[in-house]
C-alpha cells in the first residue's frame, strides 16, 4: 500500500508538472517584448522597393491573395488583392486550419506601423496571438528592417478590400506548441549586391526557398534537409512534392547553368504567357512562378549562386503522384 501511494504522489506530481507547463506556455507565451513605436514614412523609393519585396521576393502578396487553382502554379486573381482569406490547412499536409489574412486597409486601419511590424519580424498579433510559421516572422526578422518598412508603407497603399477572414486554428498538440514558436528578431543589414552569395542568402531568406524545398514535422523544418526537397502538398489532382534544389549532379540542379535557372524563372514572367489549365491527373504547383518571375534577372543569378554554395544533398523526389 506504502508502494501504491508513493506510485500515486509521483503520478499526481507528474501530472501537476504537465498543467503547470500547459497553463505557462498557454498563458505567458509568446514573449517577444512589446511593439516598437513607429511611423513610417512614405516615399516614392520605400514604395517601389516595398512593392518589388512584396509582389515578387518576399511574395507577401501570393499568400494574401486568391489563387486560381484552376491554373498552373496557382496565378493570383485581379479581384481581392490583399484581401486575405487563401487557407492552408489538413488537407494539404498543415496541422490544423491556418487562413491568410486580409492585409488591405479594411483590416489593419487600426493597426499601428510598429504593430504591424512586430507581427511580421516576431509573428505575434497586437491582441497577443502566436501566429504559425506559414506567416514566415522567422525569416522577416533576420531581414533588413530598412525593407520591412518598405513593405509597410507599400501595403498601407492597397486598396481596401472587404473581405472578413475566420480565425486560424491549430490542431493539438501544435494549438500548444505554436506558442513557443515566436521569438525576438534578430534584423541584419543587406549584404552588397556584389557580394552575390551573401547576397543571394539574404534574397533566399526572404523569399522562403527553404521552407518549401524542406522536410518538415509538424511545422519545424526537419535539420539536415535544407533544401533538399520532399515536402508534400496535397492538391486537388494529386500530391506535389518540392524538387531537391541543391547542387547534387543526380538528383538535385547541380548541372542546371545559372542561364538556364535563371531563364526556368523568366518563363513565367514573359507577355505572352498564359497559366494553362490543368486538368484532371496532371500536375499542378504550388510553386508561385508567376510571382518569382517578377524578380530582377541579377537577384535570380545571386540566388544560384547562394544555392551552388549549399552542401548537396543527394534525394530523389518524386514531384507528383496523380490522385487514383
Request: hydrophobic share 40%; net charge positive; aromatic share 10%.
Amino acid at each position: 500500500m506504502k508502494a501504491l501511494k508513493v506510485i500515486l504522489l509521483l503520478v499526481g506530481i507528474v501530472i501537476l508538472l504537465v498543467v503547470a507547463a500547459g497553463a505557462y506556455v498557454k498563458l505567458a507565451l509568446p514573449d517577444t517584448g512589446k511593439p516598437p513605436v513607429l511611423s513610417i514614412k512614405s516615399t516614392p523609393e520605400r514604395l517601389e522597393n516595398g512593392r518589388y519585396l512584396a509582389n515578387h521576393v518576399a511574395a507577401c502578396m501570393d499568400c494574401h491573395s486568391s489563387r486560381d487553382w484552376t491554373r498552373y502554379a496557382g496565378p493570383m486573381k485581379e479581384a481581392g488583392f490583399g484581401g486575405g482569406g487563401e487557407v492552408f490547412n489538413q488537407k494539404m499536409g498543415f496541422p490544423g486550419s491556418f487562413y491568410a489574412p486580409n492585409i488591405t486597409p479594411h483590416h489593419l486601419q487600426e493597426w499601428t506601423d510598429g504593430e504591424l511590424f512586430h507581427a511580421i519580424t516576431t509573428g505575434v498579433s497586437p491582441d497577443g496571438r502566436a501566429l504559425f510559421p506559414l506567416m514566415a516572422a522567422h525569416r522577416f526578422g533576420k531581414m533588413d528592417q530598412e525593407d520591412i518598412y518598405d513593405i509597410i508603407a507599400y501595403i498601407r497603399t492597397l486598396a481596401p478590400v472587404v473581405n472578413d477572414v475566420p480565425v486560424s486554428k491549430a490542431d493539438f498538440p501544435v494549438n500548444f506548441i505554436i506558442n513557443t514558436m515566436p521569438k525576438p528578431a534578430a534584423f541584419q543589414k543587406k549584404p552588397q549586391a556584389t557580394d552575390t552569395v551573401r547576397y543571394g542568402g539574404y534574397l533566399v531568406n526572404a523569399a522562403g526557398c527553404v521552407d518549401c524545398h524542406s522536410k518538415h514535422d509538424k511545422g519545424t523544418l526537419i535539420a539536415g534537409t535544407e533544401f533538399g526537397g520532399g515536402m508534400a502538398f496535397e492538391m486537388p489532382t494529386g500530391t506535389v512534392r518540392a524538387p531537391n534544389i541543391t547542387f547534387d549532379p543526380t538528383t538535385g540542379i547541380g548541372k542546371w547553368s545559372k542561364a538556364a535557372f535563371v531563364s526556368r524563372f523568366k518563363l513565367y514572367g514573359a507577355a505572352n504567357y498564359h497559366s494553362p489549365k490543368v486538368e484532371s491527373g496532371h500536375m499542378n504547383t504550388t510553386m508561385p512562378w508567376t510571382v518569382y518571375a517578377g524578380m530582377k534577372e541579377s537577384d535570380l543569378g545571386a540566388i544560384y549562386d547562394f544555392l551552388a554554395s549549399v552542401k548537396p544533398i543527394r534525394h530523389n523526389v518524386v514531384k507528383f503522384s496523380a490522385k487514383p
